[in-house]
C-alpha cells in the first residue's frame, strides 16, 4: 500500500507540472522528434542553471524547459528536450548532486519535451498523463496523414524552413518503429497504469470528491482522495 500512494503522489505531481503545457497543445502542431536545425549548438554550450526554493531548480536549454528537483534519495526530472542534448541535461544535473535520476515527468508530447526520453529511460521511470503516451505512440500515423497537406502549403507559401521540418517529419514517420519511441512507461489520469510492452498493469484508481486543482486545493485534495490497488489486467 505504501508503494502505491507513492507512486499515486508522484502521477499527481505529474499533474501539476502539466496543466500549463496542456492548455498550448490545440495551438501547437505535433513534434515527434527534432529537425536538423536543432543541432545547430553542441550541448555544453547551451544550458543555463537557475536555483528556484528549496532543491528546486530550472534548466533552460533549447525548447521546453527543464525543471528537477533533488530529493534525499533521487533526483526528479520535468521533461527531456530534445535526444542530442539529453546527456548535457544529465551533465548539468550532476553537476548539482550525485544521487541519481530516478523520475522523469513529461508535460508534453512534443519533441522539445520529450526527445530526450531515450537517453533517461535508460535509468529513469518516465511518467506522464496517459494522453501524452497515447499521442506520441500515434504521432508517426498522424504526421503520414496530416503533414503531406502541410508541406504542399508551406511549399506554395515559399515558406522553406517550414517545409524542411515537415519532409523531415514526414521521413522520420515513414522510418520510425512505433516500439522504438520511448514513451512514458507509467501513465494516470482516473487510474494509473504501468506499460511493459503489450501488457499494461492498473497500479490503482482514485475515487475523486474534489473536481479541481487549485494551488489551495491541493492539501485538500490529497486527503479527499482515496488511493486503492486493484488488480492487473491486459
Same mark, same amino acid.
Given at each position: 500500500?505504501?508503494?502505491?500512494?507513492? +507512486?499515486?503522489?508522484?502521477?499527481?505531481?505529474?499533474? +501539476?507540472? /502539466?496543466?500549463?503545457?496542456?492548455?498550448?497543445?490545440?495551438?501547437?502542431? @505535433?513534434?515527434? #522528434? @527534432?529537425?536538423?536545425?536543432?543541432?545547430?549548438?553542441? &550541448?555544453?554550450? =547551451?544550458?543555463? +542553471?537557475?536555483?528556484?526554493?528549496?532543491?528546486?531548480?530550472?534548466?533552460?536549454?533549447?525548447g521546453?524547459?527543464?525543471?528537477?528537483? +533533488?530529493?534525499?534519495e533521487?533526483v526528479?526530472?520535468?521533461?527531456?528536450?530534445?535526444?542530442? =542534448?539529453?546527456?548535457?541535461?544529465v551533465?548539468?544535473?550532476?553537476?548539482?548532486?550525485?544521487?541519481?535520476?530516478?523520475f522523469?515527468?513529461n508535460?508534453?508530447?512534443?519533441?522539445?519535451h520529450?526527445?530526450?526520453?531515450?537517453?533517461?529511460?535508460?535509468?529513469?521511470?518516465?511518467?506522464?498523463?496517459?494522453?501524452?503516451?497515447?499521442?506520441?505512440?500515434?504521432? &508517426?500515423?498522424?504526421?503520414?496523414?496530416?503533414? $503531406?497537406?502541410?508541406?504542399?502549403t508551406?511549399?506554395?507559401?515559399?515558406?522553406?524552413?517550414?517545409?524542411?521540418?515537415?519532409?523531415?517529419?514526414?521521413?522520420w514517420?515513414k522510418?520510425?518503429?512505433v516500439?522504438?519511441?520511448?514513451? &512514458? =512507461?507509467? #501513465?494516470?489520469?482516473?487510474?494509473?497504469?504501468?506499460?511493459?510492452?503489450?501488457?499494461? %498493469?492498473? %497500479?490503482? #484508481?482514485?475515487?475523486?470528491?474534489? $473536481?479541481?486543482?487549485t494551488?489551495?486545493?491541493?492539501?485538500?485534495?490529497?486527503?479527499? /482522495?482515496?488511493?486503492?490497488?486493484?488488480?492487473?489486467?491486459r
Open positions: 500500500m505504501k508503494t502505491a500512494r507513492l +507512486v499515486a503522489a508522484l502521477a499527481f505531481s505529474a499533474s +501539476v507540472f /502539466s496543466s500549463a503545457a496542456q492548455a498550448r497543445q490545440a495551438k501547437a502542431a @505535433p513534434q515527434a #522528434t @527534432p529537425s536538423a536545425d536543432h543541432h545547430d549548438r553542441q &550541448p555544453q554550450d =547551451i544550458f543555463r +542553471v537557475k536555483p528556484l526554493s528549496g532543491n528546486v531548480y530550472a534548466l533552460y536549454g533549447r521546453g524547459n527543464v525543471g528537477f528537483f +533533488v530529493g534525499p533521487a526528479l526530472v520535468v521533461d527531456s528536450e530534445f535526444k542530442d =542534448i539529453a546527456p548535457g541535461i551533465a548539468e544535473i550532476k553537476k548539482i548532486s550525485d544521487r541519481p535520476i530516478k522523469l515527468l508535460t508534453h508530447h512534443h519533441g522539445d520529450v526527445g530526450g526520453n531515450k537517453v533517461f529511460r535508460q535509468f529513469a521511470m518516465i511518467v506522464a498523463h496517459d494522453n501524452v503516451r497515447k499521442r506520441m505512440l500515434s504521432s &508517426p500515423a498522424d504526421i503520414l496523414r496530416d503533414y $503531406p497537406a502541410r508541406l504542399e508551406a511549399k506554395k507559401a515559399g515558406n522553406e524552413q517550414m517545409a524542411k521540418f515537415l519532409a523531415d517529419q514526414i521521413e514517420a522510418k520510425v518503429k516500439e522504438e519511441i520511448a514513451a &512514458p =512507461i507509467m #501513465t494516470f489520469d482516473s487510474e494509473l497504469r504501468v506499460h511493459m510492452g503489450d501488457e499494461t %498493469i492498473q %497500479i490503482c #484508481t482514485c475515487h475523486r470528491r474534489t $473536481p479541481t486543482v494551488a489551495s486545493s491541493i492539501s485538500r485534495r490529497r486527503k479527499s /482522495s482515496t488511493w486503492e490497488t486493484i488488480s492487473s489486467t
